[in-house]
């Protein structure tokens, strides 16, 4: 069984400071993560993906992410935030061989000026 | 590049009425399509996965059913709508596994469905 935990519900930070958005996993073999982000009314948008190699993975807009194999987390991060930054965003897992992707409950990430 | 479609993109039915909502992927041959369903804004559900013409896989048992009629288009139905049936409707595609597995999901705009 595969699960993906995001213990924020809700993150508040600066415009220009730093942003963490957390998620820890939890499959029977080796894990394939990913993050996404969604915009009021829209689908969601592709991030970034681990899969294996380098544990900081980067991204779009400016988003990387640190895979923890001991700590089993995959947090999201962007060294400065913008207020356009603000949104949904999911954190997803799967094993190698499944089809599906487990989802997060999603972090609601707000950017003030 | 690849770009996939949802429509309608809302939609407001009667509780027992049908239901069709289309998703159709473009600059890509066989993908695995998906359906979700996001309540409230948050979690999603995985409704229905087709790696394949007719090939319907369902993880949720319910008044819902995907059909997929060419390689490239997925539908969602309903013979009679519920009140519950409410929410936002995710397609969402993948190329097929790799030696690495399956790859990312990519996400169609969606389409807001209320049942009144």
């Known amino acids: 069984a595969q699960s993906v935990a995001q213990p924020e519900d809700q993150v508040n930070v600066a415009e220009g400071n730093p942003l963490t958005v957390k998620c820890t996993y939890s499959?029977?073999?080796?894990?394939?993560l990913f993050w996404y982000v969604q915009y009021p009314n829209r689908g969601l948008q592709f991030l970034l993906k681990y899969i294996t190699g380098d544990n900081l993975v980067k991204g779009s807009y400016g988003f990387e992410a640190e895979f923890n194999k001991s700590q089993t987390s995959f947090h999201l991060k962007k060294p400065s935030a913008l207020v356009s930054d603000s949104a949904l965003y999911f954190c997803?897992?799967?094993?190698?061989?499944?089809?599906?992707?487990?989802f997060g409950a999603g972090t609601t990430v707000t950017v003030r000026a | 590049s690849q770009t996939i479609h949802q429509w309608p993109a809302t939609l407001v039915q009667p509780v027992g009425s049908p239901l069709s909502l289309e998703c159709t992927v473009e600059?890509?041959?066989?993908?695995?399509l998906y359906w979700y369903r996001q309540a409230a804004g948050r979690g999603l559900q995985l409704l229905f996965y087709s790696v394949g013409i007719g090939q319907i896989s369902s993880e949720v048992p319910q008044n819902l059913s995907a059909s997929r009629p060419q390689d490239r288009q997925f539908i969602l139905s309903s013979k009679k709508l519920l009140l519950s049936d409410s929410g936002f409707y995710l397609c969402a595609w993948s190329g097929p596994p790799t030696e690495r597995g399956y790859n990312e999901q990519f996400f169609g705009p969606g389409t807001r469905l209320t049942v009144l």
């Open positions: 499959v029977s073999g080796n894990p394939y």
């Open positions: 600059g890509t041959s066989n993908p695995n």
């Open positions: 997803a897992v799967r094993d190698w061989d499944d089809y599906k992707l487990s």
